[in-house]
């Protein structure tokens, strides 16, 4: 555990960091980013707190259950979403044209629109879940293996 | 006799680079017609204003499934041997 003023930055900041990391994850479709890079972002949020306070607090929080199931619900909505269009093709963007994530935006440089892209923002998230849930269980089980403990139950 | 075989393969080795070098494509000449195809098509077909994100998650998609599984693989690796490594000093 590192000192006060330390914690109290920490503390302020992880908001910041996690709001970030969750545009980069949702807007992953329309600007530079994806599932991958805004997980790897929420994760370092993750790790400050870790550095700032002490694993030893962390792993009430963060359980090996809840982390299980958020990469097994992030790793199986991926591969459903991609079994989804296999009367076409396997990967195949089925939501475009419906009335989900289906808007289609003109060719070239235009504003954005959050409701295009088809199954690739479901995708984003799917992968944002898996990637913070996996990185998350893996930089705990580190720290706390430095420590002599063990990621709880 | 494995020397011999070691400097066949290294120059059948050799010979494929020299020959992969040779026939590269000029400078300035794309070598295929695919990466003009994405740039023109993707946001109409996918409807993603971010190109990379349309190849990553649609045009190369099983590509992303793969990595997934490389990482899925190595969280189950690293929680698989932190958790053997305690076992072993309990019983101990």
Redesign the interface.
């Known amino acids: 555990m590192l000192s006060k003023i330390v914690r109290t930055v920490a503390n302020q900041l992880i908001l910041f960091v996690l709001i970030f990391g969750l545009y980069v994850i949702a807007h992953?479709?329309?600007?530079?980013g994806?599932g991958?890079q805004g997980g790897a972002v929420v994760v370092s949020g993750v790790v400050m707190l870790i550095v700032a306070f002490s694993s030893h607090d962390l792993k009430k929080s963060l359980r090996?259950h809840i982390l299980t199931v958020m990469?097994s619900t992030g790793?199986l909505v991926?591969?459903l979403l991609?079994v989804a269009g296999i009367s076409t093709t396997?990967?195949y963007?089925f939501l475009?044209g419906s009335p989900v994530?289906?808007?289609?935006?003109?060719?070239?440089p235009?504003p954005?629109d959050f409701w295009?892209?088809?199954?690739?923002p479901l995708?984003?998230f799917a992968?944002g879940l898996?990637?913070i849930a996996?990185?998350c269980?893996?930089v705990l089980?580190?720290a706390?293996?430095t420590r002599g403990e063990?990621?709880e139950e | 006799m494995r020397q011999v075989v070691g400097v066949i393969l290294l120059l059948v080795l050799v010979a494929f680079l020299v020959a992969g070098m040779l026939l590269i494509h000029p400078f300035g000449y794309p070598p295929s017609d695919m990466d003009d195809y994405i740039i023109q098509n993707a946001q109409r077909e996918t409807g993603n204003n971010n190109v990379v994100a349309s190849v990553v998650f649609d045009y190369r998609g099983l590509d992303t499934l793969g990595e997934a599984t490389i990482l899925f693989t190595a969280v189950t690796g690293v929680l698989l041997l932190l958790r053997a490594q305690r076992r072993k000093e309990e019983r101990s």
């Open positions: 992953g479709h329309l600007t530079p994806g991958f090996e990469e790793a991926f591969a991609a396997f990967f963007n475009v994530f289906g808007r289609i935006p003109p060719t070239g235009n954005g295009t892209g088809g199954f690739v995708m984003n992968v898996k990637v996996g990185l269980a893996v089980a580190l706390l293996f063990e990621i």
